[in-house]
């Protein structure tokens, strides 16, 4: 990786190790608004393998492990301290483990859903990463992203006042063009986007069948 992807990485480490310590105190319920519109978009049925990459404290894993719909669950986070914080809350009903979006430590063709709440602006390669979500999805398998973005004036400023009020600086925000083109790059298909809360996108894409599975094959999508 460069020097400065390295760089994000880090300066997201710093920051949420510090914040893991009064994440949910300070911030649980906007989370959690926020991820009910992810877990109405995939309302998985019984019996289904997800992974929510990003995790934090398992605000979200915990919402899927209320719906007592014996989910495989699955989380992933780059900072140990909200993987510390997760693990504590949700015991071993949920598998959750340190590693990064950039490379995530997941074989192929591993889960019905990936999830990704407020989180994809932190990642210091998202084009890679959305490769990496693609490559642990099964075949049909659905991605769910939900993430702040910048169509606007009035979005791209609360993006700005956002950036700077983080220790961490620099992530990447996206317009909803640029996201639905990722998605395409990626090899994702059926992909729809909706907005919520004004300044939040949702984006959908579906990893295809059997097409998507032979271009992972030929390895089209490296870099
Ligand atoms: C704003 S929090 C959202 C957490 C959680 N999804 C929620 O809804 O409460 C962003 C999370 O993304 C994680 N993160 C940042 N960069 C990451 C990366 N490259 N790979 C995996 N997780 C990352 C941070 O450690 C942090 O826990």
Redesign the pocket.
């Given at each position: 990786m460069k020097a400065h992807d390295l760089d994000l990485?880090k300066r997201?480490?710093e920051q949420?190790n510090t914040w893991a310590q009064d994440y949910d105190r300070k911030?649980f319920w906007s989370?959690y608004f926020s991820?009910r519109t992810v877990l109405q978009t995939i309302n998985p049925e019984s019996g289904s393998s997800i992974l929510?990459?990003?995790?934090?404290?398992g605000?979200?894993l915990q919402q899927l492990l209320q719906l007592n719909r014996r989910l495989d669950l699955h989380g992933?986070?780059?900072?140990p301290g909200?993987v510390k914080a997760a693990q504590m809350k949700l015991g071993k009903s949920v598998k959750i483990q340190r590693?990064?979006?950039?490379s995530l430590p997941y074989d192929e063709n591993s889960f019905d859903y990936v999830t990704c709440?407020?989180?994809f602006h932190?990642?210091?390669r998202p084009g890679n990463?959305l490769r990496e979500m693609f490559r642990v999805l099964k075949p049909n398998g659905k991605l769910v992203i939900l993430d702040p973005f910048t169509n606007g004036p009035i979005r791209k400023t609360l993006c700005v006042i956002l950036d700077a009020l983080s220790d961490e600086k620099g992530t990447n925000l996206f317009t909803q063009e640029q996201m639905y083109q990722m998605f395409h790059i990626a090899g994702f298909s059926h992909i729809v986007q909706k907005t919520y809360w004004y300044y939040k996108l949702l984006t959908i894409g579906v990893k295809a069948g059997e097409i998507g599975s032979i271009l992972e094959k030929q390895n089209v999508f490296s870099a």
């Open positions: 990485e997201s480490i949420f911030r989370f991820n929510d990459v990003g995790c934090g404290t605000i979200l992933v986070d780059i900072a909200m590693g990064s979006a950039n709440a407020t989180s932190h990642y210091a990463s």
